[in-house]
């Protein structure tokens, strides 16, 4: 059966910087789980001649020219930043 | 020492100097104040679609030529996940299993015949932001804030990743000085070390000689210098085999080098280390070279640098040659020559005197040039220093710098290196008396009274003389 161990709901969490409390970890084992389950459905199916789509449209090569258009303003930049320092954004130490 | 093998593989970022970003249209360039080159895509704002930057692709397909690859019929761009101030979407647009550029080699000349490095993959991706670390008493480490400029923030990188087929660090700074002539030559970057529009990893890892095991590797990162980035990898070489010998075992980590320290300290591991959890990005779509472009650009890579080092090492001897070329000098030079000009002498004045002017080489006229160099030995040291400053001011002619000749004639010296003598009786004493090393101060004397046109080797051989009497 495919599932989702709690192990790598806890791994997954960390990589989005996700703190889960145990009943929300045993809770998204369950839904994560009960989704890989409806994907891996496709996996019945014989897809040996079917190229891995990673893309609804047909389509290759759509490209912009290397011309410049304008950047935005500084007060369109900031507008919705939550801290500013001169023209810099502001964020915890990283 | 001599029972070990080094094996040593890199991975060099270059920064194409296309006029905008890679997926938008933002001016990509040094020097705008900060945040000032930014837009809905490049600061990740939510709907905001990238659109591939068509040069870029071209770019990266040429120095993949240039490389020898195999050009992807279909590259495909990937996300690659992670969190950091300087990554606005918490992802970088990458490559992944399906780069425009693989299986590819550079050969580099040495004198002993070529070391040939496997290309592994050359592929797009966009630069991350620049932060900006704030202390309360400056901006340094401890940082209390990080301040952040998306300027950088999706300008186009190649990534080059090479196979481990280097084993000492000479030969891994030959190959990347190559490299880097190679990129400057093909106009794709300015590919300068110091202001890191080229970096580069080198991955570190030694075995008992004659075996082909790979054992665990450490990595040098955001190294700046070639000769710093060979330091290091010598240092760590010889870490790895004592830590060996003493019955030790090498862990996996990265190590910073930092110059200033002139040793490798380790930094922190990232934790969750490389699960980017890589996935095609939705967003953009293939990129399928077509043929006639991948001709086009084949057809406008020129003679490139390493088959020029092997061609003038037939002139001139090895080391000159590879000076020359690593230089980006030795067209010039070929000019110089072909105006005239002998094929050593020339060489010398340009690896060792023109270099160190800081003009460019195609600023300069090479017949007049050439005219400086064939005249050297007759004018004034002075005077062939201030003609070779001025080589790359337009209209420059040597004709002036010639006419001013050496002074070598001894019955015009010696009645000024006699006057000296007699000016400074203390110190032509104290040379008598075995201080040999007064006999630069009168020299310097005769230099200074004759405007710097004496021919010093007369002048030496004079003052002896008189000093001797």
Redesign the interface.
């Known amino acids: 059966m495919a599932g989702i161990s709690r192990d790598e709901v806890l791994h997954v969490a960390r990589l989005a910087r996700l703190e889960l409390t145990d009943e929300e970890v045993g809770r998204f084992q369950e839904q994560l789980s009960e989704i890989i389950e409806a994907i891996s459905k496709v996996s019945q199916l014989d897809l040996s001649d079917v190229p891995p789509t990673a893309h609804p449209l047909e389509i290759a090569n759509t490209w912009a020219e290397d011309e410049p258009r304008p950047s935005l303003t500084l007060d369109e930049v900031f507008a919705n930043a939550p801290d500013r320092d001169d023209g810099y954004f502001r964020v915890p130490p990283a | 020492m001599s029972n070990w093998e080094a094996v040593i593989g890199l991975e060099i970022h270059v920064q194409l100097k296309?006029?905008?970003k890679m997926f938008c249209?933002?001016?990509n360039g040094f020097g705008g104040?900060?945040?000032?080159?930014?837009?809905?895509v490049c600061?990740a704002f939510p709907g905001a679609l990238p659109?591939?930057?068509?040069?870029?692709?071209e770019e990266c397909i040429k120095l993949g030529l240039a490389l020898d690859c195999e050009i992807a019929e279909?590259a495909?761009f990937h996300r690659k996940?992670y969190?950091?101030?300087?990554l606005p979407k918490a992802y970088q647009i990458s490559q992944y299993d399906e780069p425009l550029c693989a299986r590819g080699k550079l050969a580099v000349p040495t004198e002993n015949g070529d070391i040939t490095v496997g290309i592994t993959r050359a592929h797009l991706e966009e630069d991350a932001a620049k932060?900006?670390?704030?202390a309360a008493s400056g901006r340094i480490h401890g940082?209390?804030?990080?301040?952040?400029?998306?300027n950088r923030g999706g300008t186009p990188l190649v990534e080059i990743v090479t196979e481990p087929d280097l084993h000492d660090a000479e030969s891994a700074k030959r190959f990347l000085q190559l490299l880097r002539q190679t990129v400057v030559e093909l106009d794709l970057s300015d590919a300068e070390l110091e202001k890191g529009s080229m970096r580069f990893d080198v991955n570190v890892s030694v075995r008992p000689a004659g075996s082909d095991e790979l054992r665990t590797r450490t990595e040098l990162k955001n190294m700046n210098s070639f000769n710093f980035a060979a330091k290091g990898i010598e240092r760590e070489i010889a870490r790895q085999i004592r830590v060996y010998e003493q019955g030790g075992i090498v862990e996996q980590e990265t190590l910073h080098f930092d110059p200033a320290h002139e040793e490798s300290p380790p930094m922190r591991s990232k934790?969750?280390a490389q699960?980017y959890?890589y996935?095609?990005d939705?967003d953009?779509?293939?990129?399928?070279p077509?043929v006639d472009v991948v001709e086009r650009l084949r057809g406008e890579i020129g003679e490139l640098p390493g088959a020029r080092i092997k061609r003038i090492a037939d002139t001139l001897s090895f080391y000159d040659a590879d000076v020359l070329v690593t230089g980006g000098l030795d067209r010039l030079w070929a000019d110089v020559v072909a105006a005239g000009a002998e094929p050593k002498e020339a060489a010398n004045v340009l690896a060792n005197q023109f270099v160190a002017t800081g003009i460019a080489p195609s600023a300069v006229n090479a017949a007049e040039l050439a005219k400086l160099v064939s005249a050297r030995a007759e004018i004034p040291r002075a005077a062939f220093d201030e003609a070779l400053a001025k080589t790359g001011d337009a209209g420059f002619t040597a004709a002036p710098y010639l006419e001013q000749k050496v002074v070598g004639d001894a019955a015009e010296l010696d009645p000024i290196i006699e006057r000296i003598i007699d000016a400074n009786p203390g110190q032509a004493e104290q040379f008598r008396g075995g201080k040999q090393g007064l006999l630069g101060f009168f020299v310097g004397q005769v230099m200074k009274e004759t405007g710097g046109k004496a021919d010093p080797r007369v002048v030496n051989e004079r003052v002896r003389e008189k000093l001797r009497a």
């Open positions: 296309t006029r905008t249209r933002c001016p104040e900060p945040n000032t080159q930014t837009c809905p600061l659109v591939a930057n068509r040069r870029a692709v279909r495909v996940n969190f950091y101030p300087d932060n900006v670390h704030v940082a209390t804030a990080t301040l952040v400029d998306f934790e969750e699960d959890r996935f095609p939705p953009l779509v293939p990129v399928h077509p």
